[in-house]
């Protein structure tokens, strides 16, 4: 398995001098399965560069696309995302309930006059609603396991679980970790178990500890929970996620560091780094 990083931010692109290094885009993955197949995970801005690539590689016969909500910054690229105006394209649409109309409304929501020059029924691709995951039931895709779970966020965020060959990698963008009460106590511990002993887990990172007193609600968590969390689940990398608009590289840089304090501290050995636009690894 092999994932790449199209887009890390949350909210809304950000492109400048001063995002660079971490990027501008939001959020979208490409995710490689061992044999091959291809799999995209959210279709914020950075799906359109994406999309250009698989154009190229001529890599666009059977694409699986997993929306894990239908905020705008997750499915804004989709309109621009070039696999969908070509006849040749079969796309396998999955994620949360509201996914595949999240998609068409990107396109037009009756709200207006329309928002795009096209509509979403003269695409020219195969666009195909599975409805699995958004079942909350398991998907395997050759010989990859595919799992899911519900998050802490205004209008529902699906987070992912990858197992292939032995290997896991999860992705929980959009997640409000929580331990001041009862109930949130038991949403932690169920995202614990769900990242235990995970080999990578990309989270949710956008405030700081200072910044999240005046956030919460906002459905996002502080780098400092986020750590947390990795330590209890014996994650073994831990890849910080989602972030915020106004957020520099020097910024960004700085919070690598204080994660790795934290987690130094603490007696772990589990390596830390902020997501950066471009980076893939290999499981």
């Known amino acids: 398995m092999k994932v790449k990083f199209w887009g890390t931010r949350g909210s809304i692109p950000v492109p400048g001098d001063q995002t660079t290094v971490y990027g501008g885009n939001t959020t979208c993955l490409e995710i490689t399965l061992g044999k091959g197949r291809t799999v995209i995970v959210d ?17 666009i016969s059977q694409l699986y696309l997993f929306i894990t909500h239908i905020h705008w910054d997750h499915i804004l690229g989709f309109p621009f995302f070039n696999p969908i105006y070509d006849s040749s394209s079969k796309i396998f649409v999955d994620g949360h309930p509201n996914c595949l109309k999240g998609l068409k409304y990107t ?12 509509e979403f029924k003269d695409l020219k691709a195969e666009i195909t609603y599975m409805k699995t995951l958004s079942k909350k039931e398991p998907l395997t895709i050759d010989d990859t396991l595919i799992e899911s779970i519900s998050l802490n966020h205004p209008q529902g965020c699906y987070g992912l679980r990858f197992t292939e060959d032995g290997k896991r990698m999860v992705f929980m963008t959009d997640n409000e970790l929580e331990k001041n009460s009862q109930d949130k106590d038991r949403e932690f511990d169920k995202c614990v ?8 887990l990309i989270h949710d990172a956008q405030y700081t500890p200072e910044e999240i007193k005046k956030c919460r609600g906002w459905g996002h ?10 330590k209890m689940a014996n994650v073994r990398r831990l890849i910080l996620f989602h972030h915020d608009p106004p957020r520099i590289d020097t910024e960004l840089t700085a919070i690598e560091k204080s994660c790795r304090d934290i987690v130094g501290k603490s007696g772990s050995d589990m390596t830390i780094e902020a997501a950066r636009e471009g980076n893939e690894f290999s499981l």
């Open 193 to 200: 178990e769900f990242c235990r002993n995970a080999d990578v």
């Open 107 to 118: 396109f037009n929501n009756k709200m207006g006059d329309g928002f795009f020059p096209i």
């Open 221 to 230: 968590s502080d780098f400092r929970t986020t750590c947390e969390l990795a």
């Open 43 to 59: 279709s914020g801005t950075g799906i359109r560069p994406l999309g250009r690539k698989l154009m190229e590689e001529n890599n």
